[in-house]
């Protein structure tokens, strides 16, 4: 038998490689299901302005909504074909580990126990929050510090209980959580005066401040005290439906980044940077690697915005919540937004 260079062998591997890569990929059994199912079951918060709630007609809104939105106008080409399961912290976890769900997107803490234990896996992050805390103005408090022995409302099954007994316990502070299975029941109990403080992720803070009956009556305290990074959760075992939902963040990021809004995203095809081309399917097919086609990210960001549109939209200085971009700006404008490359 004849011997085979080395560099022959690896030539031959080279090819098979680029031959394997070029191959449409299956699409995975979740989305398959979807698709014959024709809607995309979506797990969001209850009531949380900004992020998920419903108007009174049944109309959904919030930057957790519209991720449903562009993943379901990407895999079927339908931003409507979206089924909204409302679901508490309780529930949340057990609606998508028992298929109720197709995905959770419920501003969901991303934390090692969760991501190693749930038999889900996190999709990316939508927005970087951190938790704080509320006080009513007579008070005259200005520092959580200044919190020792008061009784403070916290909702139960959240990273939020747990940090609030590591800050009391790391400032040496007699808190007294009153722990509440619903955040509606904690947020009644703060205002109604059953507690000195309310505490959440700041951004939750934000919209329970606006729907007060005196918002100015209510003050967020300066500091924050963990980290939480929020995002969707896929289930475990599929690693396709996994692809396709993180490549659907990472495009409305992506869009941003290079300038593809709702409004512009037709003349845009006719652009010459291949980075644009990539995103908008006008030369390369990179749809055909997540089992979908060409088009499939123009038409998320044609369904919702980029993700710059849906913070501003939902949660930024033109909504009632008016917060900062801050962390949740991309990584060239000061922020840590930062997607990996559709290419």
């Not at 379901?72 to 399961?85: I, R």
């Not at 803490?109 to 006080?135: C, E, I, K």
């Not at 400032?171 to 005066?193: C, D, M, Q």
Request: aromatic letters at 8%.
């Amino acid at each position: 038998m004849p011997k085979i260079s080395v560099s022959r062998k690896l030539a031959g591997f080279a090819l098979c490689a680029a031959a394997l890569l070029s191959l449409p990929a299956h699409a995975g059994k979740t989305l398959d299901t979807i698709k014959s199912r024709g809607q995309l079951v979506c797990g969001v918060n209850v009531a949380l302005a900004g992020f998920s709630a419903a108007d009174s007609n049944g109309n959904w809104s919030g930057m957790d909504v519209d991720y449903c939105k562009a993943l379901a106008a990407a895999v079927l080409g339908d931003a409507s074909k979206v089924k909204w399961v409302p679901l508490n912290a309780q529930q949340r976890f057990t609606a998508l580990q028992s298929g109720e769900v197709d995905i959770l997107s419920r501003n969901t803490t991303w934390t090692l126990t969760r991501d190693a234990s749930l038999g889900a896996n996190f999709v990316g992050v939508m927005y970087y929050d951190g938790q704080g805390f509320m006080v009513d103005k007579k008070l005259k408090v200005t520092s959580a510090k200044q919190l020792d022995n008061a009784t403070v409302c916290v909702q139960s099954g959240t990273t939020t209980e747990k940090n609030l007994t590591d800050y009391a316990r790391a400032n040496n502070l007699k808190i007294k959580p009153l722990v509440f299975e619903k955040n509606e029941a904690a947020t009644g109990a703060y205002h109604s005066g059953r507690c000195q403080a309310y505490t959440t992720d700041a951004s939750g803070l934000a919209a329970e401040r606006v729907a007060a009956k005196v918002p100015d009556d209510n003050i967020i305290l300066p500091e924050i005290i963990s980290k939480e990074p929020l995002g969707p959760l896929v289930r475990r075992g599929d690693d396709e439906f996994f692809a396709i939902s993180k490549w659907v963040l990472n495009a409305l990021v992506e869009g941003e980044e290079y300038g593809l809004t709702q409004a512009n995203l037709d003349e845009k095809k006719t652009s010459t940077d291949p980075n644009i081309q990539r995103i908008l399917g006008t030369s390369e097919d990179m749809g055909a690697l997540l089992g979908l086609d060409k088009e499939w990210a123009y038409r998320a960001i044609k369904a919702t915005g980029n993700y710059g549109e849906i913070f501003e939209r939902n949660v930024g200085k033109g909504s009632p919540l008016k917060l900062e971009r801050g962390l949740n700006n991309l990584w060239n404008k000061g922020g840590i937004l930062y997607a990996p490359p559709i290419r």
